[in-house]
């Protein structure tokens, strides 16, 4: 069973660094491209960026250029998020999502998802 | 970057009725459209991939359609299960982008 397990809820201060992590399992973590995706409280989902854990290959989203970094452990089957100075406009939840072909290897999507992690910047 | 953009943004309901929900897409993506569904609280779900594929173990009430800027996704009998919110997607671009959501309501 394809399952992705990510880290626990986090309470931070503004100005804080911060590392979430999204663990692969039950596939080869490697070969497929792990999304990020933000939803802040009572909004939409937006997509942050994209990594291919095989070889760190990394797209973000124009929003979140520069400000966070994305990265993968292959090794670990993890894939990560962070921040090095948090603002009270980080505050939200984070999905990641792991994107497979269909069939035919043409077409796209997120067919596995973590459970969230919750992050609340406050001082 | 591709804009996506939904309408309604909500919608209210009653189980049975047919509804319909619409994405545009700022460019042309071919097929390269998804939709998911979301509970409060809970993570996405992939409904319709490539515009009209139904992923498995999704029910037959659920359908899309449309190709290059503009899509639909149609919910032939809504049941009390299915109010939600419903995102597209593009994956056209590696970097996909999602619309604003369609929130269904109870009416």
């Known amino acids: 069973e394809v399952q992705l397990v990510q880290s626990g809820a986090e309470v931070k201060k503004p100005g804080e660094s911060l590392k979430i992590s999204c663990k692969g399992s039950g596939y080869s973590f490697a070969t497929y491209w792990i999304a990020w995706v933000r939803q802040m409280p009572g909004k939409d989902l937006e997509w942050m960026g994209i990594?291919?854990?095989?070889?760190?290959?990394?797209i973000y989203s124009p929003s979140f250029q520069g400000q966070v970094t994305i990265s993968a452990d292959k090794s670990t089957n993890t894939a990560y998020l962070q921040w090095s100075s948090l603002k009270a406009s980080d505050s939200a939840v984070y999905f990641c999502?792991?994107?497979?072909?269909?069939?035919?290897?043409?077409?796209?999507?997120?067919?596995?998802w973590g459970q969230g992690t919750l992050v609340t910047v406050s001082s | 970057d591709i804009q996506m953009t939904q309408s309604p943004s909500s919608l209210s309901a009653s189980v049975g009725d047919r509804v319909t929900i619409t994405c545009r897409s700022s460019q042309t993506i071919s097929s390269y459209l998804n939709w998911y569904q979301q509970k409060p609280g809970k993570a996405p779900k992939i409904l319709i991939y490539?515009?009209?594929s139904l992923q498995s173990g999704v029910p037959s009430r659920f359908s899309g359609s449309g190709s290059g800027t503009d899509f639909t996704l149609t919910i032939s009998s809504l049941q009390p299960e299915d109010f939600a919110t419903y995102y597209c997607?593009?994956?056209?671009?590696?970097?996909?982008?999602f619309g604003q959501g369609t929130k269904v309501e109870i009416k």
């Open positions: 490539a515009a009209s």
């Open positions: 999502a792991r994107r497979r072909p269909d069939t035919n290897g043409f077409y796209f999507y997120l067919d596995s």
């Open positions: 990594i291919y854990p095989g070889d760190s290959d990394t």
């Open positions: 997607q593009q994956s056209y671009r590696t970097a996909g982008t």
